[in-house]
Protein backbone atom coordinates (compact mmCIF):
# COMPACT_ATOMS: atom_id res chain seq x y z
CA UNK A 1 0.00 0.00 0.00
CA UNK A 2 1.17 3.46 -0.60
CA UNK A 3 -0.36 6.76 -0.05
CA UNK A 4 0.25 10.38 -0.48
CA UNK A 5 -2.12 13.09 -1.25
CA UNK A 6 -2.71 10.96 -4.55
CA UNK A 7 -6.05 7.77 -4.99
CA UNK A 8 -6.04 4.95 -7.16
CA UNK A 9 -8.78 2.82 -7.20
CA UNK A 10 -9.26 0.01 -9.52
CA UNK A 11 -12.48 0.51 -10.44
CA UNK A 12 -12.02 3.01 -13.19
CA UNK A 13 -12.94 6.63 -12.07
CA UNK A 14 -11.86 9.57 -13.96
CA UNK A 15 -13.33 13.33 -12.76
CA UNK A 16 -12.54 16.45 -15.68
CA UNK A 17 -13.77 19.33 -13.95
CA UNK A 18 -13.19 22.61 -16.00
CA UNK A 19 -14.39 26.17 -15.25
CA UNK A 20 -17.85 26.73 -16.82
CA UNK A 21 -20.21 28.53 -13.99
CA UNK A 22 -23.55 28.20 -13.01
CA UNK A 23 -25.86 30.64 -11.96
CA UNK A 24 -28.03 29.04 -9.15
CA UNK A 25 -27.01 26.15 -6.44
CA UNK A 26 -29.92 24.17 -6.18
CA UNK A 27 -30.11 21.51 -2.97
CA UNK A 28 -29.81 17.85 -4.15
CA UNK A 29 -31.95 15.40 -2.71
CA UNK A 30 -30.79 12.03 -1.06
CA UNK A 31 -32.59 8.80 -0.35
CA UNK A 32 -34.61 8.97 -3.82
CA UNK A 33 -33.87 5.69 -4.91
CA UNK A 34 -36.75 5.15 -7.52
CA UNK A 35 -36.97 1.03 -8.42
CA UNK A 36 -33.39 0.68 -7.03
CA UNK A 37 -34.10 -0.55 -4.09
CA UNK A 38 -32.08 -0.61 -0.64
CA UNK A 39 -28.61 -0.75 -3.15
CA UNK A 40 -27.99 3.03 -2.45
CA UNK A 41 -27.96 2.59 1.26
CA UNK A 42 -26.38 -0.55 1.18
CA UNK A 43 -23.57 1.29 -0.71
CA UNK A 44 -23.14 3.77 2.01
CA UNK A 45 -23.29 1.36 5.08
CA UNK A 46 -20.52 -0.86 3.05
CA UNK A 47 -18.40 2.51 2.40
CA UNK A 48 -18.50 3.26 6.13
CA UNK A 49 -17.67 -0.14 7.09
CA UNK A 50 -14.77 0.06 4.87
CA UNK A 51 -13.51 3.69 5.67
CA UNK A 52 -13.24 2.58 9.39
CA UNK A 53 -11.62 -0.55 8.91
CA UNK A 54 -9.24 0.90 6.88
CA UNK A 55 -8.14 4.43 9.06
CA UNK A 56 -7.87 1.78 12.08
CA UNK A 57 -5.77 -0.56 10.52
CA UNK A 58 -3.70 2.41 8.19
CA UNK A 59 -3.69 5.57 10.93
CA UNK A 60 -2.43 8.55 9.19
CA UNK A 61 -2.77 7.52 5.80
CA UNK A 62 -4.23 8.80 2.73
CA UNK A 63 -7.08 6.20 1.90
CA UNK A 64 -8.81 6.28 -1.25
CA UNK A 65 -12.12 3.61 -2.05
CA UNK A 66 -14.75 3.19 -4.56
CA UNK A 67 -17.91 1.55 -2.97
CA UNK A 68 -20.20 1.47 -6.25
CA UNK A 69 -16.77 -0.34 -7.94
CA UNK A 70 -16.40 -2.90 -4.62
CA UNK A 71 -20.22 -3.34 -4.22
CA UNK A 72 -20.66 -3.91 -7.90
CA UNK A 73 -18.20 -6.62 -8.29
CA UNK A 74 -18.78 -8.33 -4.93
CA UNK A 75 -22.59 -8.46 -6.01
CA UNK A 76 -20.88 -10.54 -9.20
CA UNK A 77 -19.28 -12.80 -6.80
CA UNK A 78 -22.20 -13.92 -4.90
CA UNK A 79 -23.93 -15.28 -7.85
CA UNK A 80 -21.64 -18.09 -7.66
CA UNK A 81 -22.23 -18.46 -3.63
CA UNK A 82 -23.84 -20.64 -2.01
CA UNK A 83 -24.36 -21.49 1.57
CA UNK A 84 -22.89 -19.56 4.44
CA UNK A 85 -20.64 -18.08 1.83
CA UNK A 86 -23.19 -16.37 0.23
CA UNK A 87 -24.97 -15.79 3.40
CA UNK A 88 -21.69 -14.06 4.61
CA UNK A 89 -21.51 -12.44 1.86
CA UNK A 90 -25.09 -11.00 1.94
CA UNK A 91 -24.26 -9.25 5.45
CA UNK A 92 -21.60 -7.81 4.59
CA UNK A 93 -23.49 -5.97 1.83
CA UNK A 94 -25.99 -5.09 4.47
CA UNK A 95 -29.10 -7.35 2.89
CA UNK A 96 -28.89 -10.14 4.61
CA UNK A 97 -31.98 -11.48 3.26
CA UNK A 98 -32.07 -10.04 -0.04
CA UNK A 99 -31.53 -12.92 -2.83
CA UNK A 100 -28.72 -12.17 -5.74
CA UNK A 101 -31.67 -12.14 -8.18
CA UNK A 102 -33.47 -9.05 -6.72
CA UNK A 103 -29.97 -7.10 -6.25
CA UNK A 104 -28.43 -8.36 -9.63
CA UNK A 105 -32.35 -6.65 -11.00
CA UNK A 106 -31.82 -3.45 -8.56
CA UNK A 107 -28.31 -2.56 -9.10
CA UNK A 108 -28.72 -3.05 -13.01
CA UNK A 109 -31.70 -0.44 -12.68
CA UNK A 110 -28.91 1.66 -10.41
CA UNK A 111 -25.88 1.66 -13.05
CA UNK A 112 -28.95 2.43 -15.80
CA UNK A 113 -30.08 5.68 -13.68
CA UNK A 114 -26.71 6.28 -13.02
CA UNK A 115 -24.91 6.20 -16.06
CA UNK A 116 -27.27 6.75 -18.95
CA UNK A 117 -30.01 8.90 -17.44
CA UNK A 118 -27.69 11.57 -15.75
CA UNK A 119 -27.14 13.78 -18.12
CA UNK A 120 -24.37 15.65 -18.92
CA UNK A 121 -21.84 13.93 -16.50
CA UNK A 122 -20.21 10.37 -18.18
CA UNK A 123 -20.11 7.97 -15.81
CA UNK A 124 -19.30 4.38 -17.34
CA UNK A 125 -18.96 0.81 -15.92
CA UNK A 126 -17.27 -2.28 -17.46
CA UNK A 127 -17.00 -5.56 -15.96
CA UNK A 128 -15.39 -8.92 -17.61
CA UNK A 129 -14.99 -12.28 -16.31
CA UNK A 130 -11.48 -13.54 -17.45
CA UNK A 131 -10.88 -17.33 -16.73
CA UNK A 132 -9.29 -20.43 -17.84
CA UNK A 133 -11.37 -23.27 -19.68
CA UNK A 134 -9.11 -25.40 -18.57
CA UNK A 135 -8.68 -24.85 -14.87
CA UNK A 136 -12.51 -23.90 -14.69
CA UNK A 137 -15.61 -25.99 -16.11
CA UNK A 138 -17.74 -22.86 -16.23
CA UNK A 139 -21.80 -22.87 -15.52
CA UNK A 140 -23.92 -21.15 -18.25
CA UNK A 141 -26.38 -20.24 -15.28
CA UNK A 142 -23.43 -17.65 -13.57
CA UNK A 143 -22.05 -16.67 -17.22
CA UNK A 144 -25.25 -16.06 -18.39
CA UNK A 145 -26.13 -13.78 -15.22
CA UNK A 146 -22.98 -12.09 -15.91
CA UNK A 147 -23.93 -11.02 -19.36
CA UNK A 148 -27.62 -10.68 -18.53
CA UNK A 149 -27.22 -8.46 -15.50
CA UNK A 150 -23.90 -6.62 -15.65
CA UNK A 151 -23.50 -6.95 -19.29
CA UNK A 152 -19.65 -8.93 -18.10
CA UNK A 153 -19.00 -11.09 -20.71
CA UNK A 154 -16.74 -14.80 -20.11
CA UNK A 155 -13.44 -14.62 -21.35
CA UNK A 156 -11.88 -17.57 -21.55
CA UNK A 157 -7.20 -17.11 -22.14
CA UNK A 158 -4.49 -19.81 -21.43
CA UNK A 159 -3.43 -19.07 -17.49
CA UNK A 160 -0.42 -20.87 -18.57
CA UNK A 161 0.35 -18.02 -21.02
CA UNK A 162 2.84 -15.06 -19.60
CA UNK A 163 1.01 -12.71 -22.28
CA UNK A 164 -2.36 -13.46 -20.49
CA UNK A 165 -1.09 -11.05 -17.56
CA UNK A 166 -0.63 -8.44 -20.10
CA UNK A 167 -3.80 -8.96 -21.60
CA UNK A 168 -6.20 -8.49 -18.42
CA UNK A 169 -3.94 -5.60 -17.94
CA UNK A 170 -4.34 -3.93 -21.13
CA UNK A 171 -8.41 -4.39 -20.25
CA UNK A 172 -7.90 -2.77 -17.15
CA UNK A 173 -5.71 0.52 -18.87
CA UNK A 174 -8.30 1.09 -21.78
CA UNK A 175 -11.45 0.47 -19.21
CA UNK A 176 -9.98 2.79 -16.80
CA UNK A 177 -8.90 5.41 -19.55
CA UNK A 178 -5.17 4.94 -18.93
CA UNK A 179 -5.18 5.82 -15.48
CA UNK A 180 -4.41 2.77 -14.01
CA UNK A 181 -1.95 0.22 -15.56
CA UNK A 182 -1.85 -2.96 -13.62
CA UNK A 183 -4.11 -5.25 -11.42
CA UNK A 184 -2.56 -8.22 -11.98
CA UNK A 185 0.91 -9.02 -11.10
CA UNK A 186 0.87 -12.41 -12.01
CA UNK A 187 -0.99 -15.60 -12.41
CA UNK A 188 0.01 -18.97 -10.40
CA UNK A 189 -0.91 -22.37 -11.37
CA UNK A 190 -3.76 -22.53 -8.93
CA UNK A 191 -5.74 -19.35 -10.48
CA UNK A 192 -9.30 -20.18 -11.95
CA UNK A 193 -10.67 -16.79 -12.71
CA UNK A 194 -10.32 -12.82 -12.44
CA UNK A 195 -13.87 -10.98 -12.07
CA UNK A 196 -12.86 -7.72 -12.37
CA UNK A 197 -15.10 -4.01 -12.18
CA UNK A 198 -13.69 -0.89 -13.84
CA UNK A 199 -15.61 2.64 -13.41
CA UNK A 200 -14.89 6.23 -15.12
CA UNK A 201 -16.71 9.28 -14.45
CA UNK A 202 -16.35 12.86 -15.73
CA UNK A 203 -17.68 15.93 -14.94
CA UNK A 204 -17.19 19.68 -14.89
CA UNK A 205 -17.72 21.62 -12.01
CA UNK A 206 -20.31 23.76 -12.24
CA UNK A 207 -18.34 26.37 -11.58
CA UNK A 208 -14.54 26.21 -11.48
CA UNK A 209 -11.81 28.14 -9.56
CA UNK A 210 -9.56 30.51 -10.45
CA UNK A 211 -6.10 29.43 -10.22
CA UNK A 212 -4.65 32.57 -9.89
CA UNK A 213 -6.11 32.80 -5.73
CA UNK A 214 -4.32 29.29 -5.25
CA UNK A 215 -1.84 29.86 -2.78
CA UNK A 216 0.18 27.30 -0.26
CA UNK A 217 -1.02 26.89 3.34
CA UNK A 218 -0.47 24.82 6.11
CA UNK A 219 -2.09 21.84 6.74
CA UNK A 220 -2.55 19.87 10.28
CA UNK A 221 -1.20 16.26 10.30
CA UNK A 222 -2.62 14.28 13.12
CA UNK A 223 0.27 13.81 15.18
CA UNK A 224 0.40 18.04 15.53
CA UNK A 225 2.60 18.64 12.92
CA UNK A 226 2.06 20.71 9.63
CA UNK A 227 3.23 20.15 6.23
CA UNK A 228 2.87 22.65 3.37
CA UNK A 229 0.61 22.30 0.23
CA UNK A 230 -1.40 24.48 -2.56
CA UNK A 231 -4.76 25.28 -1.41
CA UNK A 232 -7.87 25.96 -4.11
CA UNK A 233 -9.99 29.00 -2.75
CA UNK A 234 -12.88 30.12 -3.99
CA UNK A 235 -15.54 33.30 -2.31
CA UNK A 236 -18.99 32.96 -3.80
CA UNK A 237 -22.01 31.00 -2.73
CA UNK A 238 -21.72 27.12 -2.08
CA UNK A 239 -24.16 24.58 -0.59
CA UNK A 240 -23.39 24.44 3.17
CA UNK A 241 -24.35 22.39 6.01
CA UNK A 242 -23.57 22.25 9.68
CA UNK A 243 -24.43 19.57 11.82
CA UNK A 244 -23.72 17.16 15.13
CA UNK A 245 -19.56 18.86 14.92
CA UNK A 246 -19.66 18.04 11.40
CA UNK A 247 -19.43 20.82 8.66
CA UNK A 248 -19.84 19.49 4.80
CA UNK A 249 -19.58 21.60 1.56
CA UNK A 250 -20.79 20.08 -1.61
CA UNK A 251 -19.55 20.95 -5.03
CA UNK A 252 -22.05 20.32 -8.13
CA UNK A 253 -20.76 19.11 -11.30
CA UNK A 254 -22.32 20.66 -14.16
CA UNK A 255 -26.05 19.13 -14.26
CA UNK A 256 -26.02 18.81 -10.08
CA UNK A 257 -26.57 15.19 -10.34
CA UNK A 258 -22.91 14.28 -8.52
CA UNK A 259 -21.56 16.49 -6.57
CA UNK A 260 -18.18 16.43 -4.48
CA UNK A 261 -18.75 16.92 -0.53
CA UNK A 262 -16.01 18.14 1.46
CA UNK A 263 -16.75 17.11 5.50
CA UNK A 264 -14.38 17.81 8.58
CA UNK A 265 -15.15 17.94 12.10
CA UNK A 266 -15.73 21.16 13.81
CA UNK A 267 -13.85 20.47 16.63
CA UNK A 268 -10.26 18.42 16.07
CA UNK A 269 -10.24 15.34 16.66
CA UNK A 270 -8.85 11.68 16.30
CA UNK A 271 -10.07 10.56 12.60
CA UNK A 272 -10.97 6.61 14.00
CA UNK A 273 -13.44 8.55 16.46
CA UNK A 274 -15.20 10.95 14.01
CA UNK A 275 -15.54 8.20 11.37
CA UNK A 276 -17.71 7.02 13.93
CA UNK A 277 -19.58 9.76 14.75
CA UNK A 278 -20.12 10.07 11.26
CA UNK A 279 -23.07 7.10 10.44
CA UNK A 280 -25.21 7.15 7.79
CA UNK A 281 -27.83 9.24 10.24
CA UNK A 282 -25.47 11.84 10.62
CA UNK A 283 -24.22 11.95 7.03
CA UNK A 284 -28.05 11.75 5.38
CA UNK A 285 -28.56 14.63 8.14
CA UNK A 286 -25.59 16.51 6.53
CA UNK A 287 -27.13 16.40 2.93
CA UNK A 288 -30.56 17.51 4.09
CA UNK A 289 -29.24 20.58 5.59
CA UNK A 290 -27.47 21.63 2.68
CA UNK A 291 -28.10 25.29 2.24
CA UNK A 292 -27.07 28.40 -0.51
CA UNK A 293 -24.54 30.35 1.40
CA UNK A 294 -21.82 33.06 0.66
CA UNK A 295 -18.43 31.35 2.26
CA UNK A 296 -14.74 31.20 1.54
CA UNK A 297 -13.92 27.48 0.44
CA UNK A 298 -10.16 26.39 0.64
CA UNK A 299 -9.22 23.03 0.04
CA UNK A 300 -5.58 21.50 -0.98
CA UNK A 301 -4.75 19.79 -4.00
CA UNK A 302 -5.19 16.42 -4.03
CA UNK A 303 -3.08 13.49 -5.76
CA UNK A 304 -3.88 10.73 -4.14
CA UNK A 305 -3.24 6.99 -4.76
CA UNK A 306 -4.07 3.48 -3.16
CA UNK A 307 -3.61 -0.41 -3.95
CA UNK A 308 -4.81 -3.18 -1.79
CA UNK A 309 -5.77 -6.41 -1.43
CA UNK A 310 -8.72 -6.32 0.83
CA UNK A 311 -9.12 -9.61 2.04
CA UNK A 312 -8.08 -9.02 5.60
CA UNK A 313 -10.85 -5.42 5.62
CA UNK A 314 -13.67 -8.24 4.66
CA UNK A 315 -12.60 -11.07 6.72
CA UNK A 316 -12.80 -8.12 9.72
CA UNK A 317 -16.00 -7.87 8.77
CA UNK A 318 -17.44 -10.89 8.91
CA UNK A 319 -16.80 -12.38 5.33
CA UNK A 320 -14.68 -15.37 5.87
CA UNK A 321 -15.79 -18.22 4.16
CA UNK A 322 -15.69 -17.34 1.03
CA UNK A 323 -11.77 -16.67 1.37
CA UNK A 324 -11.31 -20.22 3.15
CA UNK A 325 -9.75 -23.19 0.96
CA UNK A 326 -11.93 -25.64 3.51
CA UNK A 327 -15.22 -23.65 3.53
CA UNK A 328 -15.66 -21.53 0.76
CA UNK A 329 -18.48 -22.68 -1.37
CA UNK A 330 -18.89 -21.16 -4.85
CA UNK A 331 -20.43 -24.51 -6.51
CA UNK A 332 -22.57 -22.28 -8.35
CA UNK A 333 -19.91 -20.69 -10.39
CA UNK A 334 -18.23 -23.39 -11.48
CA UNK A 335 -16.14 -26.49 -11.23
CA UNK A 336 -12.84 -26.42 -10.90
CA UNK A 337 -10.61 -28.85 -12.99
CA UNK A 338 -7.30 -28.81 -10.98
CA UNK A 339 -8.82 -28.84 -7.41
CA UNK A 340 -11.15 -29.53 -5.45
CA UNK A 341 -12.63 -26.08 -4.07
CA UNK A 342 -12.65 -22.89 -5.60
CA UNK A 343 -12.39 -20.01 -3.25
CA UNK A 344 -11.48 -16.14 -3.31
CA UNK A 345 -8.13 -15.64 -3.00
CA UNK A 346 -7.39 -12.33 -3.51
CA UNK A 347 -9.91 -9.27 -3.65
CA UNK A 348 -7.84 -6.17 -5.20
CA UNK A 349 -8.82 -2.44 -5.28
CA UNK A 350 -6.35 0.36 -6.94
CA UNK A 351 -7.26 3.82 -6.92
CA UNK A 352 -6.28 7.68 -8.37
CA UNK A 353 -7.80 10.70 -7.81
CA UNK A 354 -6.63 14.35 -8.66
CA UNK A 355 -8.57 17.27 -7.81
CA UNK A 356 -7.16 21.12 -8.26
CA UNK A 357 -8.98 24.39 -9.69
CA UNK A 358 -10.44 22.75 -12.39
CA UNK A 359 -11.96 19.75 -11.21
CA UNK A 360 -10.90 16.24 -10.47
CA UNK A 361 -9.59 13.33 -12.12
CA UNK A 362 -9.74 9.62 -11.21
CA UNK A 363 -10.04 6.07 -12.01
CA UNK A 364 -10.73 2.96 -9.91
CA UNK A 365 -10.76 -0.95 -10.24
CA UNK A 366 -11.47 -3.76 -8.53
CA UNK A 367 -10.71 -7.39 -8.98
CA UNK A 368 -11.83 -10.25 -7.37
CA UNK A 369 -9.39 -12.87 -7.92
CA UNK A 370 -11.12 -17.43 -7.90
CA UNK A 371 -8.84 -20.06 -6.78
CA UNK A 372 -8.50 -23.34 -5.85
CA UNK A 373 -6.54 -25.64 -3.83
CA UNK A 374 -3.83 -28.24 -4.77
CA UNK A 375 -4.56 -32.06 -4.91
CA UNK A 376 -1.54 -33.05 -2.88
CA UNK A 377 0.34 -35.87 -3.79
CA UNK A 378 -0.81 -39.76 -2.49
CA UNK A 379 1.33 -41.40 -0.10
CA UNK A 380 -0.17 -44.77 0.73
CA UNK A 381 1.40 -46.77 2.90
CA UNK A 382 -0.27 -50.14 1.10
CA UNK A 383 2.88 -52.59 1.45
CA UNK A 384 5.37 -53.08 4.41
CA UNK A 385 7.24 -50.34 5.60
CA UNK A 386 9.62 -48.72 8.25
CA UNK A 387 8.29 -46.62 11.51
CA UNK A 388 10.55 -44.62 13.69
CA UNK A 389 9.72 -43.38 16.86
CA UNK A 390 12.26 -40.17 17.93
CA UNK A 391 13.25 -37.91 20.14
CA UNK A 392 13.28 -34.97 17.99
CA UNK A 393 15.86 -32.80 19.70
CA UNK A 394 18.37 -35.28 20.01
CA UNK A 395 17.12 -37.70 17.16
CA UNK A 396 17.18 -40.08 19.09
CA UNK A 397 15.15 -43.19 18.12
CA UNK A 398 13.19 -44.95 20.66
CA UNK A 399 11.09 -47.31 18.76
CA UNK A 400 11.90 -48.48 15.22
CA UNK A 401 10.22 -51.20 13.52
CA UNK A 402 8.85 -52.40 10.03
CA UNK A 403 5.38 -53.28 9.44
CA UNK A 404 4.90 -56.28 7.17
CA UNK A 405 1.60 -57.30 7.80
CA UNK A 406 -0.84 -54.99 9.70
CA UNK A 407 -3.09 -57.70 10.95
Known sequence: MKLSMTIVLITGLALLVGCESSDTLEPRPIDHTGDAGDIPEMNRALAADLIIDLEANNPGENILISPLSIQIALQMALNGADGNTLDEMLKVLHCPNCSPEK???DMKILIDWMSAKSGRPDLTLANVFFYDDQRLRLEEGFSGMLMDSYEAPSVSYNFNDEATVDKINNWVFD??????????EEIDD????????????QADWSQGFDPDLTSDDLFSVEGDRDVMAPFVTGDRNFMVSRSGGSVMVDLPFQDSTFSLALVKSEEPQPM????????????????QNLTEKRAMVRFPILNLEWDSDMVETFENLGMVDAFSEFQ?????????LIGPVIYINQLKHKSVLEVDEKGAEGAAVTSIGFGTTSLPPSIVFNRPFVIQLRHIPTNTLVFKGIVNNPE
Do not use: C, M, V
Not at 175 to 184: A, N
Not at 190 to 201: C, G, M, P, S, V
Open 272 to 287: SEWLRQLDLSHQNELY
Open 328 to 336: ANFNKLGEP
Open 175 to 184: HTREKIDEII
Open 103 to 105: LNR
Open 190 to 201: YDLAFLINALHF
